[in-house]
């Protein structure tokens, strides 16, 4: 329990308060039962198979409250470009007619994904129908991205789009990709051309993390030092390095 006494500051009582909330609305949610086709890009196919198999996450490793809010912030920015982008002239579907979200599901359900649009006409100059794909991003990633490009400074969003592109039959014209700067709101756009050979390296690594998975058995770690910086970030540091079940 915090201490709400008289020294307390204002804004540490109410994030509590706001976190406190968040976390337990999080933590009522139901897990998802399938590997999340967003995910493939990630280095360690290990850490896939933890989170394909809902492994309990280290202690004091849970999804706080701030980054919680990150997320939200996420889903905001992303309700916004959509409204941007169709008073730009863009016709811009991100839902079915029954409500539900544009996605796929493959090998019996075991791997899900859920794309933010498809883009199916709009202005000259553009090729349609495009997959639609947006994310937000602080000031130092994003100028990174703009600097290096989708496939170097995002690997993992890259490896996104690819598998989406496949699975949704949209590989045929690049993807429109776009980024917001939290910061400064400046928006980053990207045509991304089909990379089928990405496409398939995740696929295959779906098939490999879902068997492994399965059958019990672990993969091999994507590093070969704990102290590695994507290791000491991760949410099952601790089980993986100590060989823990």
Not at 174 to 181: E, G, V
Request: glycine share 8%; net charge neutral; charged share 25%.
């Amino acid at each position: 329990m915090m201490d709400f006494n008289a020294t307390a500051s204002l804004s540490g009582r109410i994030s509590h308060l706001v976190d406190q909330a968040l976390e337990q609305s999080h933590s009522a949610e139901k897990p998802r039962q399938y590997l999340g086709a967003s995910r493939l890009g990630v280095a360690c196919e290990r850490a896939l198979q933890y989170e394909y198999a809902k492994a309990r996450v280290d202690h004091g490793r849970h999804t706080n409250g701030r980054i919680l809010r990150i997320f939200q912030r996420g889903h905001l920015m992303e309700d916004c470009a959509v409204g941007w982008l169709r008073d730009a002239g863009f016709d811009l579907r991100t839902h079915k007619a029954n409500g539900e979200q544009f996605g796929f599901s493959v090998a019996e359900g075991r791997l899900q994904g859920h794309v933010d649009g498809v883009i199916v006409g709009g202005p000259t100059g553009f090729a349609y129908p495009a997959l639609w794909e947006n994310k937000c991003l602080g000031a130092k990633s994003w100028r990174d991205l703009e600097k290096k490009g989708l496939a170097v400074s995002k690997p993992v969003y890259a490896a996104q789009v690819a598998v989406y592109q496949a699975y949704m039959d949209l590989h045929e014209h690049p993807a429109l990709f776009t980024a917001i700067n939290a910061d400064t709101m400046e928006i980053y756009t990207e045509h991304v051309p089909f990379d089928a050979a990405l496409a398939q390296r995740m696929s295959d690594r779906a098939a490999r993390v879902i068997a492994a998975t399965e059958a019990g058995e672990l993969l091999p770690r994507g590093f070969v030092d704990s102290t590695h910086f994507e290791c000491r970030m991760c949410t099952w540091q601790d089980r993986c390095w100590r060989n823990q079940p």
